[in-house]
């Protein structure tokens, strides 16, 4: 889907010391991601991708989580190997398929308990006015925040090269109100939204400032329940500098205030979540070097 934040490519965040609230603890954590694929097959446009995604967060801590007593964990993986097929069918029908098999556990493949197995199915169906498309999705994955299937049913306004919508769930929107600036917002479910403005300094050099909404989650080994997720939240208001060296390259380099962090364990992120802990907000660093299309 436009908007996203997908994509090849590897990015790192550091988040300095802060205390856990209501606790003499600290917290710090370093973030990094590795996202890469790979095309298999190739027929007009038909296509098949292998795709690997590895997170990896470190932290830093002596936390004792309040109702379990066991230590926060001191680290947290998600690691991910799937499969994507598109097909255009001679209506111009798009349909794609993306399954895919990973763990998202401090201990990854511990137990058939902590693999994590996710499902997107869409098809995109032409408006009558052959610009336009309805968009049908199907979206799954058994450590999402929500332990259910999440339907999706937009319509795409391809208006111009200047504006472009995605009306509904998901929900995208691009805007380029002049030739110096464009406007990005981009909501998944439930709770990924991402918006941004970006300002062309020069060419090649961009200026970007925006507002994300994060989530994560994942498997515990050892766990007292099978159900129980293990989720995290944060908000931030990031900006930072943007370089295109090469026409599909982007480098940058962000910053940023993280808010409203927390972390607990349960069945999902609308129940009560046990072994709860929110961090005193703080400032954070980050660089990344991605692929483009």
Partial sequence: FKGGSGGPGYSATWYPTRPVNGSSDDFARIRQQLNVGAPIWKDGDDLGLLTANVRHSLFFTDYILPDSNRPFPKELWNLDFGVLGLHRFRNDWVAGLMTSVGSASDQPFH?????????????????????????????????GNLNFPIPGLAYVWDYSDQLHVTIGVPFSLMWRP?????????????????????????????????????????FLAERASEHDRFMGF????????????????????NSGYSFDRSFGEGTNQWGDLHDRLEIAAGVFLGVSLKARF
């Fill in 111 to 143: 137990s058939f308990e902590e693999v994590n197995v996710s499902v997107l199915g869409f098809l995109r169906v032409p408006a009558r006015n052959e610009r336009d498309a309805w968009l049908f999705a199907l979206i799954y994955s058994s450590a």
């Fill in 178 to 218: 002049t030739c110096h600036l464009t406007i990005d917002l981009s909501y998944i479910p439930l709770t990924n939204v991402n918006a941004r403005a970006t300002y062309r300094i020069v060419k090649n050099f961009y200026f970007f400032a925006g507002y994300e909404y994060l989530s994560e989650s994942y």
């Fill in 234 to 253: 944060e908000q931030r208001l990031i900006s930072g500098l943007r370089w295109d060296p090469f026409r599909y390259v982007t480098f940058e380099v």
